[in-house]
């Protein structure tokens, strides 16, 4: 091989390096902050304080695939607070969960009977179907806000019937946009799951929400299921990751599909050094984000907006056309103000960092496309459609 010269090599090198901050203004992560405080799209657009980063710092540098001090001792931690043996550290909520119910699934044909509306059916990209060769069975609650015992019965498969793929998972989502399911419904389903051999998934990506509202401990909460996969970017705020807890054995089985799924991660102790900082100091900000969304649907109801589903935690639902306008309207005219405010849709969600001062202003923003439309000649109507959500009509000058 012929040898290759310093001023060859340092060609090489110069076309590789990169300066990331390059023409990034200094005061570029303060605008994200303000940005964040902000906005209503999700909880997931929290961003790491200061403080977590420098705290995250001190934690260990080992491999994940080998051996991560820090990362391990996370797993430990959220076993030992949801009363499960062991815990596996996740890079996404997704992956946690699909990794959740292939570890469960050995061999079809099977089916995973879920909410409707639950993230592993309409947000994880059929996942399921892809990674599992799972059925859905995709159930609407006859209350309209979380599966009973009556509706799971009334879709389960068991037996020998061999039309039919059985039931072998049933995955409950707590919180379920927002809403909380009572904790004895969650222990009748199981209870009867359990006793015809059909294994309980809980996606607990804000599981923190329901013990920070009910004041039940985590392992009250999740001891009715088999396996669990909790959140740490949503509603904690850390940066990234979730972990999967349940049995060891499981949890062993667990790792080598993560491995296969290409999950198998390096220096996470970073991960989970932010974290563990989160839920030692974020965790206790939560009743104060229930309280901050409460106040919010409060001030929108004496508007004379319609909630569709009301601020159980941090999330709300509401009915633009209640007062004449169009989402889309609302989010350019939040857009449009001297301190922008970024919305998405009939969704609120409140997090760790919206501040009052943002609640305020979007109630004002509301309050006054009411008041535009009223003087419009917009009148809701007290007129209900079989039984249903009102229907709302612009009238003419």
Known sequence: MAQVSEATRAKVADEIKFDILEGVPEDENDLKRSQIA????????????????????????????????????????????????????????????????????????????????????????????????????????????????????????????????????????????????????????????????????????????????????????????????????????????????????????????????GGGMRQTGLLSGSVAYALTHHFPLLPRVHALARKLEKSLEDIGVTILSPAETCMIFYDAGSIGVTYDEIAERGLALPEPLFLGGSRLVLHIQTTEAAVDDFTKLIATLAEEKRKAGFVKPEVKVNGHQDVYVRRAH
């Open 38 to 261: 902000r906005t209503f799209i999700s909880d997931t657009v929290t961003i790491p304080t200061k403080e977590m980063y420098s705290y995250a710092l001190q934690a260990s540098l080992g491999d994940d695939v080998y051996h991560e001090p820090s990362t391990f001792a996370l797993e430990a931690h959220i076993a030992k607070i949801t009363g499960k043996e062991a815990g596996l550290f996740m890079p996404s909520g997704t992956m946690s969960n699909q990794i959740g119910l292939r570890t469960h699934l050995m061999q079809p044909p099977y089916t995973i009977m879920c909410d409707h509306r639950a993230h592993i059916y309409k947000y994880e990209v059929g996942g399921a179907g892809f990674h599992s060769g799972a059925a859905v069975t995709p159930v609407i609650p006859s209350n309209d806000h979380h599966l009973t015992l009556d509706d799971v019965k009334a879709n389960v498969v068991y037996g020998p019937d061999v039309h039919f793929a059985p039931t072998e998972v049933i995955a409950l989502e707590n919180t379920l946009n927002g809403t909380i399911i009572p904790q004895d419904e969650v222990i009748a389903i199981s209870e009867f799951a359990h006793s015809k051999g059909i294994k309980m998934h809980l996606d607990g990506a804000r599981i923190w929400h329901v013990a920070a509202e009910t004041g039940k401990s985590l392992k009250e909460l999740v001891e009715p299921f088999d396996t669990v996969s909790l959140c740490f970017s949503k509603g904690l705020g850390a940066p990234i990751g979730s972990c999967l807890v349940g049995t060891k054995e499981y949890i062993t089985r667990a790792r080598r599909i993560r491995k296969l799924f």
